[in-house]
Nanobody, 125 residues
């Protein structure tokens, strides 16, 4: 397993941008599909975005963030990023990164091997 640490959250206004980072430990980072999920108060954790481990040009997004968020990874840095533009109040949540060994970017959160502690994103109107 990999150990994951998210950073980059904060409080911003609607329309602003943030970039989240997820740093992973371990030497097999490149073999993990990496995903971002989020959980708003009183709601279940939901899929946001995922990037494959074997073809990093292929990414997946929730409809609610498509066109505004971009997931990317730098294997040499053991890091996955989530660039969030045009933020909306409904994007307010704790954002988690998850790692799935040789995974297929499933949208359910039960198939991931490791999770970070989360980083809070708050978007005010």
């Amino acid at each position: 397993q990999v150990h994951l640490v998210e950073s980059g959250g904060g409080t911003v206004q609607a329309g602003d941008s943030l970039r989240l980072s997820c740093a992973a430990s371990g030497r097999t980072f490149s073999s993990y599909a990496m995903a971002w999920f989020r959980q708003a108060p009183g709601k279940e954790r939901e899929f946001v975005a995922c990037i494959r481990w074997w073809n990093v040009d292929i990414t997946y997004y929730a409809d609610s963030v498509k066109g505004r968020f971009t997931i990317s990874r730098v294997n040499a840095e053991n890091t996955v990023y989530l660039q969030m533009n045009s933020l909306k109040p409904e994007d307010t949540a704790v954002y988690y990164c998850g790692a799935q060994f040789r995974g297929t970017c499933i949208k359910g959160d039960t198939g991931y091997d490791s999770w970070g502690q989360g980083t809070q994103v708050t978007v005010s109107s």
